[in-house]
């Protein structure tokens, strides 16, 4: 009798009083994939969270015994996924150990012998995985990509294979939905879904900011599909987790139409980024036709000095403009990063002092030094220390030292006493 092999889907997300009924988007994109394209196996998806058993967690990777355990790793979890990926591969020494996700690249540097994956996969990860997973299930010495280790090998591999700069998904159509393939209840009220991958910036500070894939767009019946599917299965807050959903405008109009025909009397809210440069009164106008909940947009600073750094400019006139005009369709949430190389503690004040200003919320992120960066390649450069430990947490850089940091979160945190449309929080600047 064939051999009924099992892949387990392990994802561990936050859940705290900001990030309620989440749930590992990435990993159910992975299973969709893979049933579409016939992977020959069981797929166990396990969606847990850090603040949860860990032990548990284990066990339920051990009763399942996969043939292969694939993990996402982000910021708030790489603990427990190092935690995993040890214990597996102690105990089960015939499982194939993948890792992937926002923070995948931290494997490049950090993979001593008792926490390494077999396989770490960079960037998008739904066809890469497939071919690989597909590849090693059947036997074949290479996927299209990269070599398969041999099962014997397992137990040996001391340092995992780097898979990366695959050619991206041309057809994102082609990746298909987890909800209308119906592999799985989303928790809660909340359902991610992507209009578009990619982004046409660069921004230092960002995963995408290293990434060579062009912007490209689910088409309109496919999300028409899964937002009749969210309306009928009484999903109410639509996160959006594009870059951006207002880089194309044509895509964006005939987003918000599509919502607005299949629900005209706003039972789906919708939450989203937008970048301000590109803001036009008819995208407002198409914006309004729909239920918004929030829209974010990346202030970052107003230092000049962090201009060249980040690779972007900021008219702090049309800025303001720009969150003037978002105000006519909802509450603008404006988030700026503190510690970007270039800023000094008088430059911040200045950027605090600017908001204050402005009609909409306003969120404050200390700088996080992810791997895969443009500020990880540029540490040199830029003098920037930062905590290489689980929070990536920027230092000092060249143009401010560690006691100036201090006196920035101090200004932070004055002016979250201030005014209460201020928050000074520690998130991961990435996508879900």
């Not at 490209?216 to 639509?238: H, I």
Request: charged share 25%; hydrophobic share 40%.
């Amino acid at each position: 009798m064939k051999k009924t092999h099992i892949v387990c889907l392990l994802g561990l997300s936050k859940l705290d009083i900001y990030h309620k009924d989440t749930y590992c988007y990435g990993l159910d994109r992975i299973a969709a994939h893979s049933l579409k394209k016939g992977l020959n196996a069981r797929i166990h998806k396990l969606n847990r969270y850090v603040a949860g058993d860990i032990t548990d967690d284990l066990k339920q990777v051990v009763e399942i015994y996969p043939d292969v355990l694939a993990l996402s790793a982000y910021l708030w979890n790489v603990e427990r996924v190092d935690y995993l990926i040890s214990r597996t591969r102690e105990l089960l020494t015939e499982t194939l150990v993948v890792v992937g996700g926002p923070s995948a690249g931290r494997y490049r540097q950090f993979a001593p012998e008792s926490k390494s994956p077999h396989y770490v996969i960079i960037g998008e990860g739904e066809k890469v995985f497939f071919d690989l997973v597909d590849s090693y299930l059947n036997g074949r010495k290479r996927c299209y990509i990269a070599p398969i280790l041999e099962k014997e090998e397992l137990v040996s591999c001391r340092e995992p294979v780097i898979i990366e700069d695959a050619p991206p998904v041309a057809n994102l159509d082609e990746l298909g939905s987890p909800y209308t393939m119906n592999l799985g209840m989303p928790p809660g009220d909340r359902l991610y879904i992507e209009t578009s991958r990619g982004c046409p910036h660069r921004c230092s500070f960002c995963i995408m900011g290293m990434c060579r894939a062009p912007l490209r767009f689910f088409s309109m019946d496919f999300l028409r599909e899964e937002l009749l599917w969210a309306k009928s299965n009484g999903k109410t807050d639509v996160d959006i987790c594009d870059a951006a959903i207002n880089y194309n405008s044509e895509h964006a109009a005939g987003f918000f139409r599509t919502a607005e025909s299949i629900d005209p009397e706003g039972q789906l809210s919708f939450t989203f980024a937008v970048h301000a440069d590109y803001i036009t009164p008819d995208q407002i106008s198409e914006m309004s036709r729909v239920n918004v909940l929030q829209a974010s947009v990346g202030l970052n600073s107003l230092t000049p000095g962090t201009f060249k750094t980040v690779g972007r400019r900021v008219d702090r006139v049309k800025f303001a403009r720009k969150i003037d005009m978002l105000n006519t369709v909802t509450r603008p949430s404006v988030s700026v990063i503190m510690g970007l190389p270039g800023d000094t503690v008088e430059g911040f004040r200045e950027t605090l002092e600017f908001c204050a200003e402005l009609d909409a919320d306003i969120n404050i992120f200390e700088l996080k030094v992810f791997h895969d960066t443009g500020y990880y390649r540029d540490i040199e450069r830029y003098k920037i220390v930062f905590d290489e430990g689980n929070s990536m947490n920027v230092v000092s850089t060249f143009s401010y030292t560690e006691s100036d940091l201090e006196e920035m979160r101090a200004a932070a945190a004055e002016y979250a006493r201030r005014f209460d449309r201020f928050s000074a929080g520690d998130v991961e600047q990435v996508w879900k």
